[in-house]
């Protein structure tokens, strides 16, 4: 199986900062490298795919970027909405695998 | 419009086989490169992927539950169905259906997920 592990698993920050979230597969998977947003209480929500495609409607602040085993997410500037869980989730190949994901919290 | 929906029974006792159906709509399950997943949730830990139907009837299953899933497609009910036998309480999760395109993998709609508790 391929592991996807997330950094940091928690963070703190402030409206308005720029925040990035790291994500490494334990092998190769290319750009099949996708991430979500999880709210309390709600299903995930796709932000980006393939690594660094912007989802249709999610918004510009939130970009992605990494190629091979290293890959990133970073909000821009952060919104008071985005704070909530995130997810990385590969599907170079099956099983499926997701990282255990990063708790944004405010600061 | 895509849409998914999962039901089935919220509590289930340990041994049992739980049986969740998927419904969705603004696609079908026809369609060449489609598929539908099914993610698990446990109270607040992360996600986990458990299955996936594609439209050609292909199935995976996440080699450390396969012994214990089956996944299975109706086009005419515009439904996907997941049993997974033999539970235990390690099983309580949410569980969520999804769909997947013909896109790079990813699951770009989620039903609202359903909350399944293990007990006795």
């Known amino acids: 199986d391929i592991q996807m592990t997330q950094s940091p698993s928690s963070l703190s920050a402030s409206v308005g900062d720029r925040v990035t979230i790291a994500c490494r597969a334990s092998q190769s998977i290319s750009t099949y490298l996708h991430w979500y947003q999880q709210k309390p209480g709600k299903a995930p929500y796709l932000l980006i795919y393939?690594?660094?495609s912007l989802q249709s409607g999610v918004p510009s602040r939130f970009s992605g970027s990494g190629s091979g085993t290293d890959f990133t997410l970073t909000i821009s500037s952060l919104q008071p909405e985005d704070f909530a869980t995130y997810y990385c989730q590969q599907s170079y190949t099956t099983p499926i695998t997701f990282g255990q994901g990063t708790r944004l919290e405010i600061k | 419009q895509i849409t998914l929906k999962e039901s089935g029974p919220t509590l289930v006792k340990p041994t049992q086989t739980l049986t969740l159906t998927c419904t969705f709509s603004?696609?079908?399950?026809?369609?060449?490169?489609?598929?539908v997943g099914w993610i698990r949730q446990p109270p607040g830990k992360a996600l986990e992927w458990l299955a996936l139907i594609y439209w050609n009837d292909d199935k995976r299953y996440s080699p450390s539950l396969k012994s214990r899933l089956t996944i299975t497609k109706d086009t005419s009910k515009n439904q996907a169905v997941l049993t997974m036998t033999n539970m235990d309480p390690v099983d309580t999760a949410t569980y969520y259906c999804?769909?997947?395109?013909?896109?790079?993998?990813?699951?770009?709609?989620w039903g609202q997920g359903t909350l399944v508790t293990v007990s006795s």
């Open positions: 393939a690594a660094s």
């Open positions: 999804a769909y997947r395109g013909s896109g790079a993998g990813y699951f770009d709609y």
């Open positions: 603004g696609f079908s399950l026809n369609t060449s490169g489609v598929g």
